[in-house]
């Protein structure tokens, strides 16, 4: 009777070893699925991501301008095509890396300090950059860079660059012609001084003497007065010559007693040789108030106004004026004539070209105010 509950207990233990053996493969095979799943899952994530980091990238390398992503180490962790281009290098070389790996110590040195102000101040900051390409060739950029900050509190700079080298080039180009022009201009106005002053010392020296030699001959001899008279008459009239040609090579006025005198003085000529009435508000400048070439740009701006009224204006009056301002000199002329319409081409071919040009070689502005009928005003800015 004993034998039997012990061959019972060993069937229902092979039983629940059945089953339990059942149940696990069960749930390895559940697990297993779910597992498939979830590996599934994330492939699909992960095709997904690549799938918007690629499309980000092309979106990226689609920008026509240099953009990159730094982290706070200053490592580049994104980049675009351009700045690929621009190092010539692949990107898996450029990503990871800082300026300093690939361009000037003095020249990244620059750009860091600036991003550093950018991450400690959290302020974005647009600059006027410059470092040397690979090739050797110097590249000017307008660059403006940003702080951000993702999901997990990291702190990312993003800096976007704007090519002006082709810019920078011209504007040097036009500083050395600027610079070789006031050297002609120089040179030519020394020119104009020295035989200024041969005229007036040599021949109006002479005149002077001869005008006097005539003067004591017509004084002993009353019988040859008239010719005395008549010659007197011709040589005040070389002299009054001989004054406006020197005036118009270098003003003596200029030399001797500045701008504020010459004007004034030139003003007064004008008046006498047109039938023109002159008023004016010249401003007494100091010989340190302006230097020299200055002086002789707003001269000679003012006697090509003039020359241009006279031929082209029938004006009646003019007004001058010549002030200093706190950024520049300004001169105003103004008459009363026909005037022109600035529209028309061959109207501002009138000596106009000339005074712009040269405003323009002291970084000087031009603006003309004009209708038909209305008269001609004309606004000269020179800078200090």
Known sequence: MDKYPIVENKNIDSANTSLSREFLVSELRKAKERLKQEIEKRDKFEEELKKTKDFLQCVIDAIPIPLAV?????????????????????REELLGKTDHDFILDEEA???????????????????????????????????????????DGSQYLLAVAYDITDRKIVEEEL???????????????????????????????KLTALSFEINNMTVKTRKDAAFGDSAKAIIKDLHEELRRIYNGLTPVALEKFGLSFAIEDMLIDFEKRST??????????????????????IYRIVQEILTNITKHSEATEVSVSLSR?????????????KGFDP?????????????????????GLIKIETTPGKGVEIYCRIPH
């Open 70 to 90: 730094k982290d706070r180490e200053h490592r580049w962790i994104l980049i675009n095509r351009i700045i690929c281009d621009i190092f010539q290098k692949p």
């Open 343 to 363: 529209n028309d081409v061959e109207s501002n071919k009138m000596g106009l070209t000339g005074i712009q040009e040269r405003a323009e070689l002291f970084g």
């Open 325 to 337: 301002e706190p950024n520049c000199f300004s001169l105003k002329v103004k008459d009363n004539g």
């Open 109 to 151: 040195d620059v750009f860091r300090k600036i991003e550093l102000d950018v991450f400690n101040t959290g302020l974005p900051n647009i600059n006027e950059e410059m470092f040397t390409e690979i090739n050797g060739r110097k590249r000017w950029q307008i660059a403006q860079k940003e702080m951000f900050t993702d999901s």
């Open 276 to 297: 023109i009435n002159v008023s004016s508000n010249i401003e007494v400048l100091g010989a340190n108030d302006i230097d020299s070439a200055k002086a002789i740009c």
């Open 175 to 205: 500083v050395q012609h600027h610079i070789h022009l006031n050297k002609l201009l120089k040179k030519r106005e020394e020119e104009r001084a020295a035989l200024s002053r041969d005229l007036h010392d040599a021949l109006g020296q």
